[in-house]
C-alpha cells in the first residue's frame, strides 16, 4: 500500500469494554511496532514483531494489553476491560527489515477515548 | 535508565530565523539517535538519523543535526525556518548492539513560526 494504514482512526469506548485496534503496514515490511502517545508526550513503546514473531512485549503496561501479528502482515493491539488511563493516540509503524537502521514508517494513529 | 530528554517543551521562531533545537540522552554507550516530526493529524516522519561517522547529519527538508559525545547531546538545527516547519518535534534513541529495537522517545518541543 502506499503507507501504514490504521483503523478506526477515532474510537469512543465505555469503561470495561474491549478494543482492538488494527495496523496495516507497508506491503513487505518485515517489522512492525506500536507505540503509544499521551497528550503532551512523546510516543512510549509498546511492542514489536519482526514477521509474525512478537520480539518486545516490554513495553506493554499490564496483562490487558496484547498484541498479534498471526500472518506477517496486519496486527491487532486489543486492550481488555479498557480503563480511562488507556485514552490515547496509538500509533503503528513499519520498517523494511528488522534492523533498528531502517527507517521506520509511521501510521496516522488511532485515536481511543474511554469513557 | 536510558532516556531521552528535549528541554524546551514550546518554541517560537520568527520565519527566516535559524532554529536549534535541544536533545540530550543519557544512555550506557552513544545510542542510535532519530529526529522525527510530526505535523498536525499526520504520523510521525523520520528527519535523519545518526549511527557513526561524521557528527553533522543531513537530513530531508533542510535540517541537520549534530551529535556531541562530550555533551550528550543530538541538537537539530535548520539555517532559515519556513511557515511549513511548524510541527512537533520529536528526538528519540536506542541501545546501540542491543537484543531489541526499542525506540524511546523524547516528550517533543512544539515549534510555532511567527511571520
Known amino acids: 500500500g502506499a503507507g501504514v494504514s490504521q483503523s478506526p482512526r477515532y474510537k469512543v469506548t465505555k469503561r470495561g469494554q474491549d478494543v482492538a485496534l488494527r495496523c496495516d503496514p507497508i506491503s513487505g515490511h518485515v517489522s512492525l511496532y506500536w507505540y503509544r502517545q499521551a497528550l503532551g508526550q512523546g510516543p512510549e513503546f509498546l511492542t514489536y514483531f519482526n514477521y509474525e514473531a512478537q520480539q518486545d512485549k516490554s513495553g506493554l503496561p499490564n496483562d490487558r494489553f496484547s498484541a498479534e501479528r498471526p500472518e506477517g502482515s496486519i496486527s491487532t493491539l486489543t486492550i481488555q476491560r479498557t480503563e480511562q488511563r488507556d485514552s490515547a493516540m496509538y500509533r503503528c509503524?513499519?520498517?523494511?527489515?528488522?534492523?533498528?537502521?531502517?527507517?521506520?514508517?509511521f501510521g496516522p494513529g488511532t485515536r481511543l477515548l474511554v469513557l | 535508565a536510558q532516556s531521552v530528554t528535549q528541554p524546551d517543551i514550546h518554541i517560537t521562531v520568527s520565519e527566516g530565523a535559524s532554529l536549534e533545537l535541544r536533545c540530550n540522552y543519557s544512555?550506557?554507550?552513544?545510542?542510535?539517535l532519530f529526529w522525527y516530526v510530526q505535523s498536525p493529524g499526520q504520523g510521525l516522519q523520520l528527519l535523519l538519523k545518526?549511527?557513526?561517522?561524521?557528527?553533522l547529519v543531513q537530513g530531508i527538508k533542510g535540517f541537520e543535526a549534530e551529535f556531541k559525545r562530550s555533551q550528550s547531546s543530538f541538537n537539530l538545527r535548520k539555517p532559515s525556518v519556513h511557515w511549513s516547519d511548524a510541527a512537533e518535534y520529536f528526538c528519540a534513541g536506542v541501545l546501540r548492539g542491543g537484543a531489541t529495537n526499542k525506540l524511546i522517545f523524547g516528550t517533543g518541543t512544539l515549534l510555532a513560526v511567527q511571520p
Open positions: 545518526y549511527f557513526s561517522g561524521d557528527t
Open positions: 509503524a513499519s520498517s523494511l527489515a528488522g534492523s533498528i537502521r531502517e527507517t521506520q514508517y
Open positions: 544512555y550506557g554507550a552513544t545510542p542510535y
